[in-house]
């Protein structure tokens, strides 16, 4: 089955402790992005990558890491997480070319206290 | 900053209704344009895009693009309460660069 997944789903964390959102997608896409979801906010992207060791910032990219090492995985990285970035976290990828079939991961729910 | 702005509503519509949704953009520039549905707690999921002015319609969803205007619509004919969700609408500047900016979304509510 085609599919994005993020791992946790859920994480409650303190201040300062990293932490590491992995994402990874069987599809072969050449493109992968992360999004944070915050309420009235929409979506924001906060870093994407068009291919292996490709990788850009987005709109809101401060406090955030990426490395794309192979081509199925885009985690994220925290490295010293701060309250405002409790949120819900998105990961999604496509083909380059492909960006009316962008397929979107579950969702990450991160809490920092 | 380009920006994307959306009613956040929420809109309320009857069952059997048009429910319209509006969304206006400020990169003039910009080529492709979507809207994703998202159910609480889901992820979003894309069920129009359009390139061209003009109207593209799919099933009972259109949606309406007017680059002069920098306006972007989605029309959702014969409502039904499994249209209830937040509507997003998007924009890229670029072809392929898939630098998607979203807008802050529209709730929709059908009431049966």
């Known amino acids: ?113 | 900053q380009k920006e994307v702005e959306q009613n956040s509503g929420p809109l309320s519509v009857p069952e059997g209704a048009i429910a319209s949704l509006n969304c206006t953009y400020s990169d003039r520039g910009s080529q492709s344009f979507f809207w994703y549905r998202q159910y609480s707690g889901k992820s979003p999921e894309l069920i129009m895009f359009i390139y061209s002015n003009g109207d593209k319609e799919d099933g009972r969803f259109t949606a309406q693009l007017n680059k002069a205007s920098q306006y972007v619509s989605l029309l959702i004919r014969d409502s039904q309460p499994s249209d209830s969700a937040t509507y997003l609408c998007a924009v890229n500047g670029g072809q392929g660069a898939q630098k998607l900016v979203f807008g802050q979304g529209t709730r929709l509510t059908i009431n049966p």
């Open chain 1, 1 to 113: 089955e085609a599919q994005v997944t993020q791992n946790p789903r859920y994480l409650i964390t303190v201040t300062g402790k990293k932490l590491t959102v992995t994402c990874s997608q069987n599809m072969n896409h050449e493109y992968m992005s992360w999004y944070r979801q915050d309420p009235g906010l929409g979506l924001r992207q906060i870093y994407y990558s068009m291919n292996v060791e490709v990788t850009d910032k987005g709109d809101v990219p401060e406090g955030y890491k990426v490395s794309r090492k192979e081509k199925r995985n885009f985690p994220l990285i925290l490295e010293s997480p701060s309250p405002n970035q409790t949120s819900l976290y998105f990961c999604a990828s496509s083909f380059w070319d492909r960006e009316d079939e962008q397929f979107f991961g579950p969702g990450t729910r991160l809490t920092v206290l």
